[in-house]
């Protein structure tokens, strides 16, 4: 079937075809996580919105799964399958910026880092991931948040339009004005819905320096610096975004020769807005007791983003878990620094974001994406070599997040979800959204012809 579905794009086809037994295929199936290890039976390299008509066609006609591949950074490793037709995007990954508009236009390929060198010419970003390397459509079909989100919101939030090449071969425009139930449903539903052959962005004013940084403590000091960003980010200005890491520190040039290789707990901050302004706000936090290292700094915005790049490149093995937290009492700081003792691979970490700021001002149901009111987001990342570990690191982060069920609000986000049932993605959404969901992919995708992902199933 495979062979026939090569022959039957060849004929239109303008990017690349990659087949098993071709030289590039085992690059081209590789995707960030190197738990992932599947063999689609078809790769196809689109190079523009024709090619991808043309790959969704022929694998609804061949009855190939298919998959969608823009930055391949999906802990769940959707971007491929075995026996299905990878339509890979990388190619696509123009960025085209009108500063007048304050506006981007950006293919699908692309990731932030590319799209934050375009926007950062005129001083202007939209909110991205936490690293420069994930894609952009992932991120932004599943909410996508990182450092600026709490002056600004979620990536989707700034989401203009959308163009989609949906399950019966339309090309169709997502905006407020045009197709608004699925502008409304790929702010967050993921890719149930169509391929996103292009997006536009609302930009704002952001650098091209930021007051950013790290601050490390010892793991003994991990209950005070947790209760202490607590009550701080509270009452703090939109402008400054904090992540509190706990795990092992990393060697880098710029720590100290004796951290590497301790367990510690590190504040990540990045302030949006004027510098004086920024050191005021960080500046409780940076009198706390016991700082190993201080890292804060002005830094070109593009250099932030990709801070945690090197850390976290392709080829491990990743397995991680995510909840949404209602609350980070004592109990749930215990539970955490105590799992931060048992922790099995110093290329693992434990992170909680402090969200709120302008993610919570946004109206529950004005985009798919839920859970916009809980404060916190934990997220339990372990990454090793071997696959001999697989067991032992997987159930160190399946204990902890157990655990920590405990604290919940009651949902996860879509984007750190794994392989974890339809139940999960259920619980992503809730009953209602699901339920609106459900009647989009009926609109849409009635064959579920696009089930490789955090799948909503059509209702017949």
């Known amino acids: 079937m495979g062979a026939r579905a090569a022959a039957a794009l060849r004929r239109g086809f303008r990017g690349q075809l990659i087949t098993p037994g071709d030289p590039e295929y085992d690059a081209a199936r590789t995707v960030w996580n190197g738990a992932i290890d599947r063999r689609p039976a078809l790769i196809a390299r689109c190079t523009g919105t024709p ?9 609804r006609e061949y009855g190939l799964p298919p998959t969608v591949r823009g930055g391949g950074h999906s802990i769940a490793g959707h971007a491929v399958c075995d026996g299905g037709l990878m339509i890979d995007l990388a190619p696509m990954r123009n960025v085209r910026v009108d500063s007048a508009r304050r506006t981007a236009h950006a293919q699908p390929g692309a990731t932030w880092a590319e799209v934050d060198r375009e926007t950062q010419r005129y001083a202007l970003a939209t909110p991205g991931g ?29 989401l203009l339009e959308a163009e989609l090449v949906t399950a019966d071969g339309r090309v169709v425009t997502a905006s407020a004005a045009q197709h608004p139930e699925l502008f409304w449903g790929i702010r967050g ?12 962005y609302r930009l704002h004013p952001v650098g091209p320096q930021v007051l950013c940084g790290e601050l490390y403590f010892p793991a003994d000091r991990a209950p005070q610096v947790l209760r202490a960003v607590r009550g701080h980010l509270r009452g703090a200005p939109d402008q400054l975004f904090a992540l509190c890491l706990l795990g092992i520190a990393p060697a880098l040039p710029h720590l100290p020769a004796d951290l590497p290789g301790t367990p510690v707990v590190r504040i990540a901050m990045c302030h949006v807005g004027r510098p004086e302004r920024g050191r005021g706000a960080m500046a409780p936090l940076r009198a706390l007791p016991g700082v190993l290292a201080d890292t804060v700094q002005l830094r070109p915005y593009t250099a ?3 801070m945690f790049d090197p850390g976290w490149g392709p080829g491990a093995r990743n397995y991680w878990r995510a909840e949404y937290l209602a609350t ?8 955490l620094t105590g799992h931060l003792a048992r922790i099995t691979s110093p290329l693992s970490d434990i992170r909680l974001a402090f969200l709120g700021g302008a993610i919570a001002r946004v109206g529950p149901d004005d985009t798919a994406y839920t859970h916009r009111s809980a404060p916190y987001l934990l997220s339990i990342n372990s990454r090793w070599e071997r696959p001999a570990e697989d067991a032992e690191h997987a159930g160190w982060a399946s204990e902890l997040w157990s655990a920590m069920r405990a604290f919940s609000s009651g949902g996860v986000y879509v984007n750190f979800l794994g392989q974890e049932g339809p139940g999960r ?11 609106r969901l459900t009647a989009l992919k009926d609109s849409y995708d009635p064959g579920n012809l696009f089930r490789v992902n955090q799948n909503i199933p059509p209702s017949s």
């Open 130 to 158: 936490l690293m420069s390397a994930t894609g952009i459509a992932g991120t932004t079909l599943g909410g996508g948040f990182g450092w600026l989100s709490r002056a600004y919101g979620l990536t989707c939030d700034n």
């Open 328 to 335: 980070l009492d004592d109990r749930a700081i215990a539970t």
């Open 51 to 59: 090619d991808v008509l043309l790959a969704v066609e022929v694998a």
């Open 304 to 306: 932030w983003q990709q």
């Open 425 to 435: 993605v259920l619980e992503a959404y809730g009953p209602v959204k699901y339920r």
């Open 189 to 200: 539903g993921g890719g149930n819905f169509g391929v996103v052959t292009s997006l536009s």
